[in-house]
């Protein structure tokens, strides 16, 4: 019973004790024209200088298409982003109102919302609050809030149907600080777990269980997806270096131990078992070891050392195994994108590695739930204006520069095919595929408005082609990309959803050598000077200037992405 409730019902008692009559109250019965609505705010996580907080409101007098809750800190709290509501603040004075989603406030009815803020010294829940005027009862004692029923924790066939999406508080505040970021800080995107520290939270930042927590609170009463980025194998993404992690080629123990162990110990905690946990497990690691080994001129001494000790199959294979046996986590392979595996001598021998490591470690295919395709990549959604089948003067457009005999000129022909491929290879038949939308939108003034000239086929293709990449291996930091579509389930046939997974504004790697302490080199496909190798064809880099080190904010980049978005940005 809640103290709003309890005090309540003792004021009464006292009235029928003065009368001399005995009432017998039923807590059910004291209604809508006794407390017009109930506030109950809750600090749901405290660290240093910031908090997230978790408010749910229940409207118990006429029903509502919109609403707005508002109240006034006695501190010097500042809201620093939202989710579920619009949070605005104006002094001491905050704001909720609701986003187009979520207005319908019916009687008896509920809705919840959350937000991350700063605070110095204390931290006090306001007094007094208002629903579209009318001065609710606050219930609520700044605790914890009680965790929604943790479900049975059966797997669907598609975690993003019918589901809300986690929204990470610490990449939203970052965007809503940035001019024009408020368009999409309420967007969901993945947690990156790209180091063991990222378990406990790095330099005071938000852990695994922080943002577990802070998911619970975003979940309410319906079903929501949180995403995870597992990676940080041994010898992690043997062909590039600003992506290169913590761990030695050999330290597939520690990996087990230390960081996938961990892990599955958090997510097995049943407090979790009512959210639907997306796992993208380890990109840039198993198509390397078809595509950057052997006597193939894009090979790295990295990668055939990775080959020869089997470690990133390994390390795939017991993570699938660990974080499979945990019901609600849904586990989705990396497949890099169609500029890398859509040629002929690379799709099925990649369908066929990631099969080996599905299979090892004690995993079986039954602990994939799918695949995801584009993670961190610029690979354009659909190209609209040319298709593989299109020919000019008689040269298939498969014989353009651009193309270079690929069998897929965007990402959603890719994911599809290959798709049909890894069940082909021996997944199940049901699995789905996700695509990272989050910065292939390629839009702005440079988005062509129809197919290029018929002059000859290289002509057609780069005058017709959204991609605006020099070459299509050039994958860091890209001058002229744009946002993507935005998250959404089931989007197209055999597409689970299209998904935000990298962060947006943060950095894919710096532009010059940078001293750190977190595994990361300097990489010169990340060098706007640099004039390329055998994976890009010996093109410029096409990166963007001043980057700095990989995961870390980027302004410029994120300007650059909302100026250029695709569908665009209102």
Sequence with gaps: MSRTRTALLAAMALVAGASGTALAVNPADVGAAAIPCTVDYKIQNQ????????????NNGAAKSSWAVKWAYAGNQQVTSGWNAKVTQSGTAVTAANESYNGTLATGGSTSFGFQGTYSGTNAIPATFTLDGVTCNVDGGGGPTDPPDPGTGTRVDNPYSGA???????????????????????QP?????????????????????DHLDAALTQKGSGELVVQLVIYNL????????????????????KYKTQYIDPIKAILADSKYAGLRIVTTIEIDSLPNLVTNTGSRPTATPQCDVMKANGNYQKGVGYALNKLGDVPNV?????????????????????????????????????????????TANYSALKENNFTINDSVGGKSVRESKWVDWNRYVDELSFAQAFRNQLVTAGFNSGVGMLIDTSRNGWGGTARPAGPGAMTDVDTYVNGGRYDRRIHVGNWCNQSGAGLGERPKASPAAGIDAYVWIKPPGESDGSSSAIPNDEGKGFDRMCDPTYTGNPRNGNSMSGALPNAPLSGHWFSAQFQQLMTNAYPPLS
């Design 234 to 253: 041994p010898g992690r993404d043997c062909s590039a270096l600003a992506s290169n992690g913590e761990l030695g080629p050999t330290e597939i123990d």
């Design 189 to 209: 995107t993945g947690v990156w777990l790209d180091r063991t520290a990222a378990i406990n939270g790095v330099n005071g930042g938000m852990g695994l269980r």
């Design 330 to 374: 849904y586990n989705y392979i990396d497949a890099g994108h169609h500029g890398w595996l859509g040629w002929d001598d690379n799709f099925a021998p990649s369908a066929a590695i990631i099969k080996e490591a599905a299979t090892t470690e004690g995993a079986t295919v039954n602990d994939v739930h799918g695949f995801i395709t584009n």
């Design 47 to 58: 660290w240093g200088t910031g908090f997230t907080a978790a408010v749910t409101i229940t």
């Design 164 to 186: 809300k999406v986690y929204v990470n508080p610490e990449w939203s505040a970052k965007a809503a600080a940035e001019p024009g970021g408020s368009r999409i800080s309420n």
